[in-house]
Structure formats: structure tokens, C-alpha cells
């Protein structure tokens, strides 16, 4: 069984930055295309960034610009670095790998922007 572990949420002012890191617990991981969601009380979960296991990613337009996602295969770890937060990006992150046949999920870390 797959398990991804989040950390790095909290509570940042308006135009900080902080670094979110995903562990995943199982080698072939690093194969998959991995990404960031997010999901805002009474909104639906949304794709914030993703990244392909060569390194290929890709963004909302919400974030672009402002968020970078990285990826260490050694590490099995996936990161999203989110500089220039904004009240709007408050949410709950949830770290994702996709498999041809399944999705693989983490518990999810909060992230609240405010002043």
C-alpha cells in the first residue's frame, strides 16, 4: 500500500513563501507522473501543479509564476515551493501520484494565508 506523507503547511502572512514536501513510502513512485492539489472550504479539489518522472511540469494558471514544483527520485519526495501567497491560495494540500489504474493520495497538509 502507497503512502504519501505531507509536511511543510501552516500559517504564512500575505507574500510569504513556504516549502511543501510529499514522501512517498514505495520505489516505484518515482516512475509516476506526481503532483499538488488543493481544496478551499465549499470549493472542489484542484490540480495545482504537476510533474512527470523526467522532470516535465506543468501549472495553474492561479500559481504560475508563483509556485515551483521539484521532484527528487533518490528521495521518492515531490516538493512545491509557493513564494507570493495570497489569501486565495488558503487551502488544503494533498500530495497525488497517478498509476495507470489508480490514484495514490496523502492525508493532505493545511495552508492558510493571513495577516
Known amino acids: 500500500q502507497v503512502q504519501l506523507a505531507e509536511s511543510g503547511g501552516g500559517l504564512v502572512q500575505p507574500g510569504g513563501s513556504l516549502r511543501l514536501s510529499c514522501a512517498a513510502s514505495?520505489?516505484?513512485?518515482?516512475?509516476?507522473?506526481m503532483a499538488w492539489y488543493r481544496q478551499a472550504p465549499g470549493k472542489q479539489r484542484e490540480l495545482v501543479a504537476r510533474?512527470?518522472?523526467?522532470?516535465?511540469?506543468d501549472y495553474s494558471e492561479s500559481v504560475k509564476g508563483r509556485f515551483t514544483i521539484s521532484r527528487d527520485n533518490a528521495k521518492i519526495t515531490v516538493y512545491l515551493q509557493m513564494n507570493s501567497l495570497k489569501p486565495e491560495d488558503t487551502a488544503v494540500y494533498y500530495c497525488?501520484?497517478?498509476?495507470?489504474?489508480?490514484?495514490?493520495w496523502g492525508q493532505g497538509t493545511q495552508v492558510t494565508v493571513s495577516s
Open positions: 514505495e520505489t516505484f513512485v518515482r516512475l509516476l507522473p
Open positions: 510533474i512527470f518522472s523526467g522532470g516535465r511540469s
Open positions: 497525488n501520484a497517478e498509476a495507470l489504474n489508480r490514484q495514490y
